[in-house]
């Protein structure tokens, strides 16, 4: 039997459980992640996922000594917590009502040179979701004894240890001054400052699980339970630690969040939804961010990944998907998207795939991430043409493929042994390509868009 770290990885479309020897996956199960309806708004299904991480480490503990447990979560997701439970329902990010609070949370929210943070929609700013609670819900929210990341979340209920993270807490919360490396004015601002537990870091044990937990689930009584990361940040650390800086990742799935390590901050701008978020070892990172993964599936339906030549056909006919068709992220967010041109079934995916490739280019150009090497890293590191396109739109700089399906929970497993003694997997690095007219019609497109949400 092998001694294991076993991950708690909590997206936005699914939640999982994967056991790690260093960076070896033994073995992981998954199920989908569900948003019940409400009242008192549209929340995260709690309860399914903690009864499926239950069953799952009982599975896992019948072949593996599990020795660890570190969990990992999608970002704009807080809890509040009472004495042993919830306080109020997680709220679902997605949840639009918020916006009837606007005019009174516009008058606390920092200024954008203190939080680095731009004004999302619906949820997507933590510290607007605390608001909505406090005001909308007085009730429930006169119960919380503690407000805590979604990680950390998960980790108060594996150990009973209530923490703040700044990975998680500097994830374009409002909440957080990136620069100073402290909380923002918002925190006193709401009057929520004796609601934030102390900080701790991402890779802290906090203590052993519970032992009723262990008990039930067959694991030792001493596990130790770590504070937990953002999980974009988990994408990210095994690059901190494996390769010098400037370097861009892009963590692709439901989001992609663009991941600039060595960049200046200067031409971060809120209309572009470019931001900084904040590593592991609470240094502020460049980031951009649009909702790819979901505007991939709109626009290409159940088409798959494209080839190259697909990708030509499209270029050539001058057909275009133009931004956005999520509704959330990037700097078109409020304008809604149109496809130009017609476009045949079979080439949706090569619209989709281009789309992606140049919304990303897009918002390098505006980061400023113009040297330095681009890894990609989930869903769309195993879209070749995605992979391909992109390098021969940034000719200078190098693609990396890192196809790991399993690279954010393979990195937050790393927060147990850190920092970590082993060799970390280097990417595959994309060979460049030239596709004919992709030029042009990057041009053509970059025309097309530039009036919109200007």
């Known amino acids: 039997m092998s001694q294991t770290i076993a991950v708690l990885d909590i997206g936005k479309t699914n939640v999982k459980l994967a056991l790690f020897d260093h960076d070896r996956l033994l073995w992981e199960k998954s199920a989908p992640n569900r948003v019940l309806p409400g009242p008192p708004y549209p929340h995260e299904d709690v309860e399914s996922a903690w009864s499926f ?8 503990a019948r072949t593996h000594q599990i020795g660890a447990i570190v969990p990992t979560a999608h970002g704009a997701a807080g ?8 306080a109020a329902p997680v709220m679902d990010y997605e949840f639009t009502d918020v916006d009837a609070i606007e005019p009174d949370y516009a008058a606390l929210r920092p200024r954008f040179s203190e939080s680095l943070s731009p004004k999302l929609p619906a949820g997507l ?23 805590v990341g979604y990680p950390q979340y998960w980790a108060w209920r594996l150990s009973g240890v209530a923490v703040s993270e700044v990975t998680t807490i500097g994830a374009h919360t409002d909440l957080w001054a990136p620069r100073q490396g402290h909380i923002s004015s918002l925190v006193e601002a709401l009057g929520v400052g004796h609601l934030l537990p102390p900080m701790r870091q991402a890779f802290d044990p906090l203590g052993p699980i519970k032992p009723d937990i262990a008990a039930g689930c067959g694991l030792a009584p001493d596990t130790p339970v770590f504070c937990g ?62 909702m790819g993964g979901r505007e991939y599936a709109m626009i290409a339906g159940s088409g798959g990944n494209a080839a190259l030549d697909a990708i030509e056909r499209v270029i050539a006919s001058g057909a275009m998907a133009l931004p956005c068709f999520s509704g ?3 700097p078109y967010a409020a304008t809604k998207g149109v496809i130009r041109g017609d476009v045949a079934s079979r080439n949706r ?11 990303s280019d897009l918002m390098l150009i505006r980061m400023g991430a113009t040297v330095g090497d681009l890894i990609i890293e989930g869903t769309f590191a195993g879209n070749l043409a995605f992979c391909q396109t992109l390098g021969a739109l940034r000719p200078t700089q190098r693609v990396f493929s890192a196809q790991d399906a399993a690279g954010t929970a393979r990195g ?15 990417p595959d690095p994309v060979d460049p390509k030239s596709i004919v007219g992709l030029d042009s019609y990057r041009q053509a497109w970059m025309a097309a868009v530039d009036p919109i949400g200007r």
Not at 125 to 147: E, I, V
């Open 229 to 290: 990361i953002h999980d974009s940040n988990a994408s990210l650390l095994p690059y901190l630690v494996s390769r010098r800086a400037p370097f861009t990742v892009l963590s692709t799935g439901t989001w992609v969040i663009l991941m600039s390590v060595g960049l200046s901050l200067d031409q971060l701008n809120p209309r572009d939804d470019t931001l900084a978020n904040v590593d592991a070892l609470g240094r502020p990172i460049a980031c951009g961010r649009f």
């Open 328 to 330: 959330q992220g990037g």
């Open 53 to 60: 991480f239950l069953d799952a480490l009982r599975e896992a």
């Open 349 to 359: 995916a090569a619209l989709a795939t281009l789309y992606c490739a140049l919304v």
């Open 125 to 147: 700013n933590l510290g607007r979701q605390l608001a909505y609670q406090k005001w909308r819900c007085p009730n429930l929210f006169a119960k919380a004894r503690h407000f």
């Open 79 to 86: 809890a509040l917590i009472g004495e042993s439970e919830l």
């Open 412 to 426: 937050a497993a790393m927060l147990a042994q850190w920092p970590p003694s082993y060799r970390i997997a280097e």
